[in-house]
Every structure is written in structure tokens, then in C-alpha cells.
């Protein structure tokens, strides 16, 4: 006799979310796949089934089960769900698989433990365990339907209230150095000289961090990960700095083909910063486009390895970089030559980089919906559809200039350059829905329209803290795309040092079929800055919305009054050709008629069949985006 199980544990958004680097994300991702991984391993050896996520042709799942043969890809990416369903022997407790999980979330606290205090002379035991011991929260339910009656949890003891210095990472837990101290007082000379005890890389530990044992474990897990898990991974992630140079490193490389002038600046900053002993960083980063354009563009591959931050004035002003070996920062001098060096490129050039990169977060419409009115036939294609669906996404990430954080389930977590975060989300949607096609060969009506997916893209400048982007793209894919929008939504937001600066949100298409996405690129190719056509204005983006203020106090305005309305205003700012003012009256009408289109809010109802779309406000949002867009500034 089986019976079926329902699993889960947590905190996974926050776990994930606390993070100072990209690498802590990816770090945060990797370790609760793994663990979740080792739960279903254990359920495997019981004689258990794992009904979902379907784990046949999932390569994690494999090393977790042959460690030695580990893939690149199980290396390198996390693809189980910290949720599955399963069927076990109906004598087995599902505590023991919390046990698992918890098991093996402890050995990986020790490896790390081992590498920063080998002789338990620095942390007190106590202490650590506390920390480490009481983090995982797991819940399950057995039984064919779930019910919240069935519902077990297990919460090892409530750790006491933490006191006395907090971590720099998640500002929650005590940070370590005060594990020994008998009371609390703020002592900030001895916390430094404690963590300045420990041997590791300055690329590893800031000179400021002072972490707990949770983020440490997080922070230090991929350097000790051959002893922890059984197999080696990446030690380096790209930097958000690196992350938004891409689109203009990649311009570079391509200009650089047909210029010596391009080619001398780049590699001539290469040298400099060779001088200077600059870390070479993003030696391992592999971008798709990067190493396309690097071949036959005559500039040096170190080029495109120096820390993301040699490509910003303000970052080296900022005394961000730091050297090889003695962790110092420049001098004034050498900052010069470094500064001199950028500023030569970017003449050479005629660009320089944006300071934003895109953070992409995915995931399926109303999952628990969906697979609990579905039969078990059903539920066994959705699983496939879904493994089917994961197995696409890291193509479409790396095509698209992009790096992976997390893709398993239903879910997608990647960081990306700001040019392509839309276009890969759009990709990524039409895999779900091909996925789901595929799965099903005649799909069942109900099940096509709720097989849906929403995307939250973030545009955040690089100076924003991490974690704040992270907790805020949860909050924008489920508050405005899934809830406000009505699911099956594309949302766009726009971060700067100051806060946010717009929220944009569209369903993926509407009752015309209008595609958002395309939409949206197609009015930004219009509107790009391009010598040879009009100057892009950003005073017609901002009268726009002043324009839409009057509209909402007068609603006695035609749709046609508005579109010549904002058509005059568009050629007000522009010089018109004599022979040529039908022709750009036409189309100056033409792209304000679209730009209205991706104004005007919609919202899908998909409690309807057919599915129904109504139309709200205009949302001059929209056009900041576009502009945000064709300029990546704001
Ligand atoms: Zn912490």
C-alpha cells in the first residue's frame, strides 16, 4: 500500500532574497534544489514515485543520484522545486524526510565551518547551532486531495530572540563574531578584528561583511562545495555592474571589426588595468554574445573578463575596485590612468555603459489550481510539460546574453542585460505554451487557458542593494501581474538610486491579439536615437503625461481627439521637411496610435470563457518606459 504525499519547505523567497551578490542568489537557489533533491532521492530508495516535478531527464537529480558523474548543467543550475508531490510507502513518516533535507543542510553549514574555523576555536558551538539548526520549516499533507485538516508541520524550536549586532546580509540573525561574547555591547574595532581572522578572498568576504551562520554557509558553500555535495561548482557569478556593461561591451566588440581606434582604447584599458592588478574577475563568465563578437574583433579576450566595475567612471570614483592579493583600493593617481583609459574607449566608441541591468523573475498561472482539478493522467503530462519547459529555458537565457539563477517547475529567476529581459521573457512564454502543446496532443479547454505563465522584469541600476530588487519582483509578478493585470501579464518596472520610477503591466496579448512584447519593441526601434531620423524627445514623453491628467478630469474627450491631440504635440517638437508634412503627419499619427495601444491599461479576466480583456486608464508609465528604454537611462 502507497500513499500520496504533498511536501514542502521554507522560507525559500527570503532564504533566496538575502543576498549581497548575484552569487548569493545563485548560491541561496542551488542549495534548496539540492536539498529538495535529496528528499526525493530518499523517497526513490524507500521505493517511492515522485509524481512532481517529473525528475526523469532532470540532470541535478541525476548527479544527487551518481555524484561523480556530475553534468555541467547539474553543476551549474538548480531545477528542482522546494514543492513535490510523491508517493510513498504507507508505513513511512514523512518527518524522515525532513530529516533528509535537514540532515544534508547541516553537513553542507559544516564543510563551510570546517574552511573558515577547522579548529572550532573562533564560533561557539551553541551558537552556530542555533542558527543553523533551526532554519528550515517543513509542512506536508498525505492523502489524494490536499486538505488543511491532514496538515502536518514540523518547526524544529523556536530559535530565542536574536539579539545584539545583526548580520550584514539579512539584517535578522546575530552576526558571528559575537558568538562568544558573554553580553551585547556594539563593539565595531573588536567585530573587525575577529572577521579579519579569516583566510578568505576578499572576492569572498567584503571588508565590511560581517555575516550569520545562515548567510555565511550561503556565502562560502560554493567554495567548499566538492565536500559538501560531492561535486565542484562555479565560484563566480557576474557582477550586476558586468551584467549591465554587457549590451554595451557586446557594441564594442561589433564597432571594434571596422575600427583601429576601438581596438587600440580597449585593449589599451585591458593593459592598464593589468597595471594596476585589477581583478580579472569574470574570467569564467561565459555571455553568449560577448564570445560570439570577441572573435575577429581584435581586442583581447582579458577585455571582457575585468570586473564589471573597470567599465564605470562612477564605480572607480567610488573606490569600488580593489586589487589582486592585497584587497587595497587605488590610489588617485592610478585612478586617473584607469579613468583616462575608460574615457578613451568610450570616445572611441560613442557610447558608453547603462548602469541598469534586468532581473527576470517567471511562474505559471494558478499552478495549484491547475493540478488540483486535473486527473492523475492529466497531472503526469502537466509534470512533463513542465521538465519539457526547464529543459528549454537555459537556451533561451543564453541566447538572449542572459545568466540563469534558477529554472525548475513552473519557475524562471535570471539576471540579464537591459536590452534582451523582454524579448527572453517573451521567449521563455512561448516554450511554456509550446511545452504545454507538446504534453498534450489534444489539449483539454480547460487546461489551455489556465497553462498560462507571467513575467516581472526589474530594471534596476546597479547601486541598489540586491536584495531589494529581489523582495520587490515577487511583489510586482504576483500583486500587478497576477493579480491586477488578471495572469498571463508581462510587468515592467524601473529602479533608480531614488526608488522606483515607473510600473508598466500589459496581459501578453489582448481581445485583438495585439502581442505586447512585440509591440513594444517594434515603438522603441521607432523612437531609437538614429542620425539619420528624427531626434528622439523625451519633452513629448513628459507632456504625454500631462496630457493624460487632463484627460482623466475630462471625460467627455474622443480616443480620435486624443490621438491628434498627442499627434500635433509629437510634431511640435520636430522640424518638418517642406516636400515631405503629409507623409510625417501620417506617420507621426501612426506611431501615436501604437504608443496609445501600450498606454492604455488592460486587464484579462480569465474567470470568463473566453477569456475577457477590459480596458482602464492611460498610463504614461508606458512611454517612460519606452523611453527608459531607447535611451537605458532615466
Ligand atoms: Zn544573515
Not at 547539474?74 to 530529516?99: H, V
Amino acid at each position: 500500500m502507497s500513499k500520496t504525499l504533498h511536501f514542502n519547505f521554507t522560507p525559500v523567497q527570503s532564504f533566496v532574497a538575502q543576498a549581497r551578490r548575484t552569487r548569493d542568489l545563485w548560491a541561496g537557489s542551488y542549495l534548496l534544489a539540492w536539498l529538495s533533491g535529496q528528499a526525493m532521492n530518499a523517497i526513490l530508495k524507500d521505493n517511492g514515485k515522485i509524481l512532481m516535478p517529473y525528475i526523469d531527464d532532470d540532470s541535478l537529480m541525476a548527479a544527487i543520484q551518481d555524484p561523480s558523474h556530475a553534468s555541467d548543467l547539474a553543476k551549474s543550475l538548480g531545477t528542482l522545486p522546494n514543492r513535490f508531490t510523491a508517493q510513498i510507502p504507507e508505513n513511512k513518516d514523512p518527518k524522515e524526510y525532513a530529516k533528509v533535507i535537514q540532515d544534508h543542510w547541516i553537513k553542507v553549514a559544516n564543510a563551510v565551518r570546517d574552511k573558515i574555523d577547522p579548529g572550532k576555536s573562533l564560533i561557539d558551538d551553541d551558537f552556530w547551532n542555533r542558527q543553523i539548526n533551526n532554519h528550515w520549516e517543513f509542512a506536508w499533507v498525505t492523502g489524494e486531495k490536499s486538505s488543511l485538516d491532514s496538515r502536518k508541520n514540523l518547526r524544529l524550536p523556536t530559535p530565542t530572540e536574536e539579539s545584539g549586532e545583526k548580520c550584514t546580509v539579512c539584517g535578522e540573525r546575530q552576526e558571528l563574531s559575537e558568538s562568544k561574547k558573554s553580553e551585547f555591547v556594539p563593539n565595531r574595532k573588536s567585530s573587525k578584528d575577529w572577521w579579519a581572522k579569516f583566510q578568505v578572498s576578499d572576492l569572498d568576504l567584503r571588508e565590511n561583511e560581517r555575516l550569520c551562520a545562515v548567510c555565511l554557509t550561503k556565502r562560502l558553500f560554493p567554495l567548499v562545495a566538492e565536500k559538501a555535495i560531492g561535486w565542484e561548482v562555479e565560484q563566480y557569478y557576474p557582477s550586476t555592474a558586468y551584467l549591465s556593461a554587457i549590451d554595451w561591451l557586446e557594441k564594442v566588440l561589433i564597432k571594434a571589426k571596422d575600427s583601429d581606434a576601438i581596438q587600440k582604447a580597449a585593449n589599451e584599458l585591458t593593459e592598464t588595468a593589468k597595471k594596476l592588478h585589477l581583478h580579472n574577475s569574470e574570467y569564467n563568465t561565459h555571455i553568449n554574445g560577448l564570445s560570439h563578437h570577441l572573435k575577429d574583433s581584435g581586442i583581447n579576450k582579458p577585455f571582457i573578463d575585468l570586473d564589471g566595475d573597470a567599465f564605470y567612471l562612477s564605480s572607480i570614483d567610488a573606490d569600488q575596485l580593489q586589487k589582486r592579493g592585497s584587497n587595497k583600493t587605488l590610489s588617485t593617481g592610478e585612478k586617473n590612468d584607469l579613468r583616462k583609459a575608460l574615457i578613451k574607449l568610450q570616445k572611441a566608441a560613442g557610447s558608453k555603459a547603462t548602469p541598469f541591468y534586468a532581473l527576470l523573475l517567471m511562474d505559471g498561472d494558478g499552478m495549484g489550481k491547475l493540478i488540483g482539478d486535473c486527473d492523475t493522467e492529466e497531472r503526469g503530462k502537466i509534470s512533463k510539460a513542465l521538465a519539457d519547459f526547464t529543459s528549454r529555458v537555459p537556451g533561451i537565457v543564453d541566447q538572449h546574453n542572459g545568466k540563469l539563477v534558477y529554472a525548475g517547475g513552473d519557475d524562471v529567476f535570471a539576471l540579464l542585460p537591459v536590452s534582451s529581459a523582454i524579448k527572453c521573457a517573451a521567449d521563455c512564454r512561448s516554450a511554456y505554451q509550446q511545452a504545454y502543446q507538446q504534453a498534450f496532443e489534444h489539449l483539454p479547454k480547460g487546461i489551455t487557458e489556465a497553462a498560462t505563465i507571467s513575467a516581472a522584469v526589474q530594471f534596476a541600476h546597479q547601486n541598489i542593494a540586491l536584495s531589494v530588487v529581489v523582495k520587490d519582483a515577487h511583489r510586482l509578478l504576483d500583486d500587478i501581474a497576477k493579480d491586477r493585470t488578471g495572469r498571463d501579464a508581462l510587468t515592467c518596472r524601473v529602479w533608480k538610486p531614488g526608488g522606483i520610477v515607473l510600473t508598466w503591466a500589459q496581459p501578453w496579448t489582448d481581445e485583438l491579439k495585439t502581442d505586447f512584447a512585440q509591440l513594444l519593441d517594434e515603438i522603441i526601434a521607432a523612437f531609437r536615437p538614429d542620425p539619420t531620423s528624427d531626434r528622439f524627445s523625451s519633452k513629448f514623453f513628459y507632456k504625454l503625461r500631462d496630457l493624460f491628467e487632463q484627460i482623466e478630469s475630462d471625460d467627455t474627450i474622443t480616443d480620435e481627439a486624443i490621438q491628434d491631440l498627442l499627434a500635433a504635440e509629437y510634431l511640435a517638437n520636430r522640424e518638418l521637411k517642406k516636400n515631405d508634412k503629409e507623409t510625417q503627419r501620417k506617420e507621426a499619427k501612426e506611431r501615436v496610435e501604437r504608443l496609445l495601444l501600450l498606454c492604455r491599461q488592460q486587464t484579462r479576466h480569465s474567470e470568463n470563457t473566453p477569456v475577457t480583456y477590459t480596458k482602464g486608464k492611460y498610463n504614461a508609465d508606458a512611454a517612460l518606459l519606452v523611453r527608459f528604454l531607447v535611451q537605458k537611462e532615466v
